[in-house]
């Protein structure tokens, strides 16, 4: 894989921030041929276009230049990733013990001999083998004049470990400087565990975003049956060709995209347009990969292969969204490229005007001095600010049965202008029921005609059939009709001969014709409202008619108005018909809707109107997987398919619609404290480096001690920390 043309999509490796995914991009641009580099952090992968003739090789050895690698092989994704995770690990299971005995050590012990040397020994590996990640990380920035958090973390923990190695080894020089000794080793310990721990279960969220993926590459057929010279061959699916004939049995997934050529069935398409209700297929209807054969055996003739299939085209919709999702430019990061060279430049001018400009100034109070500033402005509550609103956020969503993914959707959510809504198990129950039904028989003959309708729609185990089976068993007292011979009648429905009677169920294609007036009247009535018609009849005469919906669920029609009044527009995004869409609409108070729409339509919508807006999408099926990752938010109901929920920035466990004022909420509150947490933070250094840099000495005398430094380092990160537990009580 040397050399590409057009695009590509590439695991990137070292990646510790949102800064890092900039300077990547900023690398590759200033490469000829490089047309796009788009840098996705949250997927640790960049997008490239490239002119022809442009070589990898050449552009990975800049991306090594720059501290980072581009992964040409194609399992080292994978593999990247689950040795990220065991190297974080394996860092946390040595630095966390250490962490708690350095803590233990300095804050509950007193003074001993050989004190320092020991917490010094045990700091050691917690910074330089745990934590030299960051200090690798910080250096190599640093070669290049750029900055991220990495920076302030080795500036932070490197100034207070060097602080301390001094104390260690010269506490007579330290005292003798009017100076009091004391080392700063849990400071440095406890910075680098914290973030190492964050790190660890930011990793094992990420190595998830592939599982949506996953699973629908599960809907591919391995092996296939192939109709040759009248044999029947087992053949891997990479050896069907575009023609082939492939026999499919009741209950496997179409392999391809085709059309069906001998035989009749009921086909489950929800993986297409998210519908319950099987298709009635036969000879001449076309047939899609991933679906599911329900009843009959199939021949069919294979039209599209592999990625052209719509499951394939599916995939790429899926795959191309995720990469595409533009990488949160986390504020802390864009915060820290100005904040980290002030801080630097203020502590080298600190140490520059003590030991220069003022008059007999020992190097001692320059040193102590600079340090101050270092340890007084360490990132902690920069650092603390915004992860630990989020935690908390997070923690409490969850509390409530919302499953957030990332930090990302906390904070967009708040910024929510439009919300599509998918119909079927999102804003309906996504179950079928029995709203009205009509009977057209004498009382006396009821029992004897319902029961035969119940065993006939026993026979079946079709959604419509379960749902009147259902209506019959709650609303009458029948006696069980066992039926000798059911025939099912492809497109039509269901047929049985009783003492030469012929009862059918079926829908109401080709009917009017057998229908009196008042029968037309209710059928059409009916029909308005959206609902899926099934007739019973004895002979050409209509015996019952029941119409069946997909009940919206209660909550619903509160929640859009809720909604609407916190400026989020909705609007509904359905593969069902026109009219039942329309009817879910109405009750809902939905003011606009599409029906009949192809999982690439909804993705479609969705791309179009996040152009100038910020939009969220709200699905169950596989069907939904494509607009879901295309979205600027996506929620999934926990009551649908695994593929949506992997898809989705949000997971709402129990499917319930109220649930989305509830995050809504959430973001609010939680991106309320972390700008509190900042604003804190930055008050906090713009008052205290200026008292550690010693402009009060001129003033009192005053010299800031180190430790009240470290003390007060402490306190800003705890008021923060404080600050977010705010929100469990809110």
């Known amino acids: 894989m040397n050399e590409v043309s057009n695009s590509y999509t590439i695991p990137v490796k070292g990646m510790t921030c949102a800064a890092c995914a900039s300077t990547i991009e ?146 007579k020089w330290i005292e003798a400087q009017g100076i009091e000794t004391h080392v700063y080793y849990e400071s440095a310990a406890v910075i680098i565990t914290f973030i190492l721990l964050g790190k660890f279960l930011e990793e094992k969220a990420k190595r998830k975003t592939s599982d949506a993926i996953e699973s629908l590459y599960k809907l591919k057929v391995n092996n296939v049956i192939r109709l040759k010279d009248d044999e029947h061959q087992t053949i891997n699916l990479d050896e069907v060709a575009l023609g082939d004939i492939l026999l499919v049995k009741a209950g496997e997934r179409f392999p391809v995209d085709g059309v069906i050529i001998s035989g009749s069935t009921a086909v489950d398409e929800s993986m297409l347009t998210g519908e319950s209700i099987p298709l009635e297929k036969q000879k001449g209807d076309s047939v899609k990969a991933g679906t599911i054969n329900q009843t009959g055996l199939i021949q069919m003739q294979a ?92 923690g409490k969503a969850a509390s409530h049965g919302i499953l957030i993914k990332s930090a990302t959707a906390l904070e967009k959510a708040k910024k929510m202008t439009k919300l599509f809504l998918d119909k079927t198990g999102t804003v309906s129950k996504g179950q079928l029921e029995v709203t009205a039904a009509q009977f057209y028989f004498e009382e006396d003959m009821s029992l004897e005609l319902l029961s035969i309708l119940h065993g006939l729609e026993s026979s079946s185990s079709h959604p419509i059939a379960q749902a009147i089976v259902t209506y019959l068993d709650k609303n009458f007292r029948l006696f069980p009709f066992m039926m000798k011979q059911v025939e099912t009648l492809p497109g039509i429905g269901l047929k049985t001969i009783i003492e030469e009677k012929e009862y059918t169920v079926s829908g109401v294609k080709n009917v009017e014709t057998n229908l009196i007036p008042i029968q037309l009247e209710a059928l059409e009535n009916m029909k308005s409202k959206g609902l899926s018609l099934v007739l019973f009849w004895e002979g050409k005469s209509l015996m019952a008619m029941f119409g069946l919906k997909d009940n919206v669920k209660s909550t619903a029609p509160e929640v859009i108005k809720a909604l609407n009044k916190k400026g989020v527009v909705t609007e509904i995004l359905s593969g069902d018909h026109e009219s039942a869409v329309a009817a879910v609409a109405h009750e809902t108070g939905v003011a606009s809707y599409y029906a009949r729409l192809l999982p690439h339509d909804k993705a479609q919508l969705v791309k179009e109107a996040k152009e100038n807006q910020t939009i969220g999408f709200a699905g169950d099926g596989i069907n939904d997987a494509p607009a879901l990752a295309e979205a600027d938010l996506s929620i999934a109901m926990g009551t649908g398919t695994d593929v949506a929920m992997q898809s989705a920035d949000v997971t709402l466990i129990s499917g319930d619609l109220p649930k989305i004022l509830t995050l809504i909420e959430l973001s609010n509150k939680t991106v309320k404290t972390m700008h509190q947490n900042l604003f804190w933070a930055f008050i906090y250094n713009l008052v205290a480096i200026p008292i550690a840099a010693g402009i009060l000495i001129p003033i009192n005398g005053f010299t800031l001690n180190p430790m009240i430094a470290g003390a007060a380092m402490a306190f800003s990160s705890l008021s923060v920390v404080l600050n977010s537990l705010r929100l469990k009580a809110s």
């Open 303 to 394: 039209e599209r292969l592999g990625a052209d299939t719509v499951l394939g085209q599916i995939i790429k919709l899926v795959s191309d969204a995720m990469g595409t999702k533009a990488p949160a430019q986390q504020l802390a990061d864009k915060i820290a490229s100005v904040f980290v060279p002030i801080v630097l430049v203020l502590a080298l001018l600190t140490f520059s005007v003590w030991y220069f400009l003022v008059p007999e100034t020992s190097i001692s109070l320059a040193f102590v001095n600079t340090f101050n500033v270092l340890i007084i402005a360490c990132p902690c509550a920069l650092g603390l600010a915004t992860p630990t609103a989020i935690m908390v956020g997070i």
């Open 26 to 171: 900023k690398t590759l641009l200033k490469e000829d041929g490089v047309n796009v580099a788009n840098v996705n952090y949250a997927t640790h992968s960049v997008q490239l276009e490239l002119s022809e003739g442009i070589k990898l090789s050449k552009l990975r050895k800049q991306v090594k230049r720059a501290g980072y690698d581009l992964l040409l092989e194609s399992d080292s994704q994978e593999n990247s990733q689950a040795l990220v995770l065991k190297n974080l690990q394996k860092h946390l299971f040595v630095a966390m013990p250490l962490t708690i005995a350095i803590v233990v050590l300095s804050m509950f012990v007193g003074i001993f001999q050989f004190k320092e040397y020991l917490l010094l020994g045990l700091t050691l590996p917690v910074l330089f083998w745990s934590g030299l990640r960051f200090y690798r990380s910080a250096f190599n920035q640093l070669l290049r004049l750029h900055v991220n958090m990495d920076t302030l973390i080795a500036t932070g923990t490197g100034a207070a470990f060097l602080f301390s190695l001094v104390t260690t080894f010269f506490p």
